[in-house]
């Protein structure tokens, strides 16, 4: 594909997790992770509440790349293999 029919968007996800319940008993702390292709995100650990829950204050976010052309997004390659 020419490189002059691509367009690079860039966006930012982003996930508020704030509340996990019912946690069973003998978990003391939880954290909570997102994994993404290689990237990790990791929330602190944070105490499990004598009501079996936990709340976070904090928030993951990452930043994505994404080709599109005139007819869509496309599957994610290397640069060079667009040259």
């Keep these: 594909m020419p490189i002059q029919n691509l367009f690079l968007t860039t966006c930012?996800?982003?996930?508020?997790?704030?509340t996990v319940g019912e946690i069973p008993e003998g978990h003391d702390k939880l954290l909570f992770a997102w994994e993404r292709g290689s990237k990790l995100f990791v929330?602190?650990?944070?105490p499990v509440r004598p009501n079996r829950a936990v709340f976070w204050k904090?928030?993951?976010?990452?930043?994505?790349?994404?080709?599109?052309?005139?007819?869509?997004?496309?599957?994610?390659?290397?640069?060079?293999?667009?040259i």
């Design 43 to 46: 929330t602190d650990a944070e």
């Design 12 to 18: 930012q996800q982003k996930i508020t997790n704030r």
């Design 58 to 82: 904090q928030f993951l976010k990452q930043q994505a790349t994404m080709y599109k052309t005139p007819e869509g997004f496309e599957k994610k390659v290397g640069m060079t293999d667009r």
